[in-house]
């Protein structure tokens, strides 16, 4: 049941990153909330768990903003890896090394994000027809939402962390 704190966050997440921030552009990027967020709690999670999750959400992105269906699903599986590769040290090794997981994580979405797209594509499944990605351009723009996604981090760390003591954890999985 308290689980479904969490989703709730996810999905409202979700909703203000595709429905809210778009209208308050920089340069063409927002903040990639529900990445940031999923980063943050697999970074106090098992993996099974962070990769459930962005699964879940991916599926849920996808449906919201009309993306090939599976394509944000599997392009946040390695930020929960990213997470969760940096468990027990995300904020207890001051603010850079959060900062740089999340970066390496933003990086790391755009960049299967590209892939996909490409071999979609290639493969002639993309709906869109046949558009295809400037990688660099795709990448300069990743670059700046990564930079993004660094500055609201520790905002939402709060309120992941809020929810996680709520919730309550397995410390099998986490390093001291």
Do not use: K
């Not at 603010?95 to 755009?110: D, E, N, Y």
């Not at 892939?115 to 499944?125: E, F, M, Q, S």
């Amino acid at each position: 049941m308290p689980r479904i704190v969490f989703a709730i966050l996810l999905i409202l997440m979700a909703l203000i990153q595709n429905t809210v921030l778009p209208m308050g552009r920089i340069l063409g990027i927002t903040p990639d909330l529900v990445l940031v967020t999923l980063l943050l709690w697999s970074a106090t999670r098992e993996p099974g768990e962070g990769l459930a999750w962005a699964f879940g959400i991916g599926i849920f992105l996808d449906l919201l903003t009309l993306a090939p269906l599976g394509s944000t699903a599997l392009s946040l599986l390695p930020v929960a890896l990213i997470g969760w590769l940096s468990r027990g040290r995300f904020f207890q090794s001051g603010l850079l090394f959060p900062l740089l997981m999340t970066l390496a994580a933003t990086v790391a979405h755009s960049l299967a994000l590209i892939i996909l797209t490409w071999l979609l594509v290639i493969l002639r499944l993309n709906p869109a027809g046949s558009g295809t990605i400037d990688p660099l351009a795709a990448l300069q723009l990743a670059t700046l939402g990564a930079l993004l996604n660094a500055i609201v981090a520790p905002l939402l760390y709060l309120v992941v962390q809020l929810v996680n003591h709520w919730i309550g954890r397995n410390d099998s999985y986490v390093r001291a």
